[in-house]
């Protein structure tokens, strides 16, 4: 048994403009394919062959640098091709909202601790939000294909929301700019789905 890339729900150009067809094309059969066949190369014949995606990440030896980056880049693609949509954006509502608006104040406060630490990220990694055990939630970035599920990286909890900030996500369309990439990123944000894994996971 191996991990399998997730096919996407929608087609390439479905998220145009806010993300072109090209990259989601390189990114998803390119990139994302590389991280899923580098994660069952690095596991096979382990202990960790035939776990889950969230066992493998919370009991990996972080200095195996094959299983964090594949097994993190694995991950975090399938949750980030899911949390977008052609039929995003806009706000969330009910105890997402409430949860936001709690540790924000405001959605218009919350999107602006986002997009900060999306552009302030520096070099390549992942902005999120993640919801800790009792429904507290809590933005927070990482650096490469790291993510909160993994031992000891400070951003705890569970991810329910991540933009990816890599230079393979946005720069065939944006070039350096990444904080027109991290505004768009706001049109499609499938908030339904953050929604449902906040309810899962809180
Ligand atoms: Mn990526």
Redesign the pocket.
Same mark, same amino acid.
């Given at each position: 048994m191996s991990f399998k890339l997730p096919q996407l729900n929608y087609t390439h150009d479905a998220l145009e403009p806010n993300i072109d067809s090209k990259t989601m094309e390189i990114?998803h059969g390119k990139?994302h394919q590389g991280y899923t066949n580098n994660l069952n190369a690095a596991i096979e014949g382990t202990e960790l062959e035939g776990k889950s995606i969230e066992f493998i990440l919370a009991n990996m030896d972080m200095n195996n640098k094959a299983v964090r980056n594949n097994g993190g880049g694995f991950y975090n $693609?399938s949750l980030f091709w899911k949390i977008i949509s052609p039929n995003g954006g806009g706000a969330p509502s009910g105890d997402l909202a409430s949860a936001i608006d709690n540790a924000y104040g405001s959605f218009d406060a919350f999107k602006e601790t986002f997009s900060g630490a999306a552009k302030t990220q520096f070099g390549s990694g992942w902005a999120w939000l993640c919801v800790h055990e009792g429904g507290k939630v809590e933005v927070c970035s990482t650096a490469n294909q790291d993510n909160s599920l993994m031992p000891g990286i400070g951003c705890g909890g569970t991810p329910i929301l991540g933009l990816?900030v890599?230079e $393979?996500?946005y720069y065939l369309n944006y070039q350096n700019r990444r904080p027109d990439y991290v505004a768009a990123f706001f049109n499609i944000i499938n908030w339904d789905e953050v929604s449902a894994r906040y309810q899962a996971n809180k």
């Open positions: 990114h990139h $693609h990816d890599w $393979h996500a």
